[in-house]
């Protein structure tokens, strides 16, 4: 007996846990996410290059917590603070 796949529509699943498109609610879960994703980037990039927290921390003059805090998506960084973290790493940010 073959099973019968179920189908899942992504778009409705989204409206019922965040709102529909336009609400507030919606707009912060989209910039929630954005922030995660960004914060994920940084740590991902960190990890890549081999440096440790401390030592980027120390690049760009503040505390291993702080970019904990960033990398975690608790803090969001400055954009002159996000391009000293990718300028530290020896990367850097296209835009398109």
């Given at each position: 007996?073959?099973?019968?796949?179920?189908?899942?529509?992504?778009?409705?699943?989204?409206?019922?846990?965040?709102?529909?498109?336009?609400t507030e609610s919606r707009r912060q879960a989209?910039?929630?996410?954005?922030?995660?994703?960004?914060?994920?980037?940084?740590?991902?990039a960190r990890k890549e290059v081999g440096m440790?927290?401390?030592?980027?921390?120390?690049?760009?003059?503040?505390?291993?917590?702080?970019?904990?805090?960033?990398?975690?998506?608790?803090?969001?960084?400055?954009?002159?603070?996000?391009?000293?973290?990718?300028?530290?790493?020896?990367?850097?940010?296209?835009?398109?």
């Amino acid at each position: 007996m073959k099973r019968r796949m179920q189908t899942y529509n992504v778009s409705e699943e989204l409206d019922r846990t965040f709102g529909a498109p336009g609400t507030e609610s919606r707009r912060q879960a989209e910039n929630q996410a954005w922030e995660e994703y960004n914060a994920q980037i940084l740590l991902d990039a960190r990890k890549e290059v081999g440096m440790t927290q401390s030592e980027l921390a120390e690049k760009i003059g503040t505390d291993k917590s702080y970019i904990s805090r960033v990398e975690r998506g608790q803090t969001i960084p400055s954009i002159s603070t996000f391009y000293r973290m990718v300028s530290a790493m020896g990367l850097t940010v296209e835009l398109r």
